[in-house]
Antibody
Framework: QVQLQQSGPGLVKPSQTLSLTCAISGDSVSSNSAAWNWIRQSPSRGLEWLGRTFYKSKWFNDYAVSVKSRITINPDTSKNQFSLQVTSVTPDDTALYYC????????????WGQGTLVTVSS | EIVMTQSPLSLPVSPGEPASFSCRSSQSLLDSNGYDYLDWYLQKPGQSPQVLIYWSSTRASGVPDRFSGSGSGTDFTLKISRVEAEDVGVYFCMQTLQTPYTFGQGTKLEIK
């Protein structure tokens, strides 16, 4: 049973960088049969997929166009976790952020973190 | 990107009665391998979403058989044969054919 545990601050000032981490248990961030995703949810945007990182002989990243210029998702193999950074945040980035595991065979998000509410405010 | 549209937005149902949720995609989700890449998720109040159905009609592990999914191409349906109190929440469809993965706006199931 894969479990994902999120951590990171719930309040970020405008123009600063949002940083969240997702610790993985029960699987490996380097797994060839999974991808590691970040998704956010807000009343205005609904559920929005932000991007993913995955390993297939080398590391790949894939980002949503809406945030591509501001987002970085990085794996950390030493700690078996992955992270999200969003730069130059505005109040529009206020949302509930989730990490989630993608099963490459089933092509589904089969494990989710508990969610982190991030508020962008001065 | 593929746009997902769900209906209705709200669905009041009495316990023991059936429920039906609709999801449409702006382009076909049928892959060349014959699979439709359409998932259904349930987000219970205060919880993270959990997968119910993948490949349009395959129940995820542990999902009761009162849940069933159907459809192909651009039109999909999730059905609950007999609604129980624990089924309340918001039901989302999501296309997994291509990135960016996209979600419908959700249908909120309420118990009458």
């Amino acid at each position: 049973q894969v479990q994902l545990q999120q951590s990171g601050p719930g309040l970020v000032k405008p123009s600063q960088t949002l940083s969240l981490t997702c610790a993985i248990s029960g699987d490996s961030v380097s797994s060839n049969s999974a991808a590691w995703n970040w998704i956010r949810q807000s009343p205005s945007r609904g559920l929005e997929w932000l991007g993913r990182t995955f390993y297939k002989s080398k590391w790949f990243n894939d980002y949503a166009v809406s945030v591509k210029s501001r987002i970085t998702i990085n794996p950390d193999t030493s700690k078996n976790q992955f992270s999200l950074q969003v730069t130059s945040v505005t109040p529009d980035d206020t949302a509930l952020y989730y990490c989630a595991r993608w099963d490459s065979a089933k092509k589904t998000l089969d494990s989710w973190g508990q969610g982190t509410l991030v508020t962008v405010s001065s | 990107e593929i746009v997902m549209t769900q209906s209705p937005l709200s669905l009041p149902v009495s316990p023991g009665e059936p429920a039906s949720f609709s999801c449409r995609s702006s382009q076909s989700l049928l892959d060349s391998n014959g699979y439709d890449y359409l998932d259904w998720y349930l987000q219970k109040p205060g919880q993270s979403p959990q997968v119910l159905i993948y490949w349009s009609s395959t129940r995820a592990s542990g999902v009761p058989d009162r849940f069933s999914g159907s459809g192909s191409g651009t039109d999909f349906t999730l059905k609950i044969s007999r609604v129980e109190a624990e089924d309340v929440g918001v039901y989302f469809c999501m296309q997994t054919l291509q990135t960016p993965y996209t979600f419908g706006q959700g249908t909120k199931l309420e118990i009458k």
